[in-house]
């Protein structure tokens, strides 16, 4: 019920602010989509741009305005660690909770990094728990770059640290 009143009223022209990545059947559409409108609106090629991560202090759009450029994307859950909004950074898991809700994240456009910052994580995210997917549908969707904190970006591809939009 929730993912047809999002989409009905985004049809209706009513944008939202903050986009349900984990209501889309196909997000790595909607991702394409941010990036080409990206690349008209600067008069550049699609193929020179990638994506830029911050991570908001809140988990809900509540006063969160439309950003300039890119979405705020919400609706994605750590596995195998949890975020630490007081420092900004991943954070090992607390006692007896497997997954943990991520806060709202600002996917931007920018023009290609040449490499991820030191202290940084690249983190898969992934439709389904199950992370192989099917040949048909693959899981795979995106990889987000996150500060790692105390801990080096080893640790967490050993925990298996990844984002999922469905438990």
Known sequence: AARISALEGWGAGDYPHVYWMSGFSYPTGFLTALLQT???????????????????????????QAP???????GMFLEGARWDIDNG???????????????????????AKKKAAKGTYSCPCYMYPIRTGS??????????DL??????????????TALLLSL
């Open 147 to 160: 500060k790692s904190g105390q801990f080096d970006p080893d640790y967490w591809i050993k925990q298996g």
């Open 89 to 111: 950074c991943l954070a090992d898991q607390k006692p007896m909770e497997l997954v943990a809700s991520m806060p709202v994240v600002h996917f931007k456009p920018v023009e």
């Open 38 to 64: 990206c690349a008209r609106a600067n008069s550049v090629s699609v193929d020179v741009l990638s994506w830029e991560f911050t991570v908001l202090e809140q988990e809900d759009e509540q006063g969160l």
């Open 135 to 144: 040949r048909e549908r693959p899981s795979y969707t995106i990889s987000v």
């Open 68 to 74: 300039k450029d890119g979405a705020f994307i919400r």
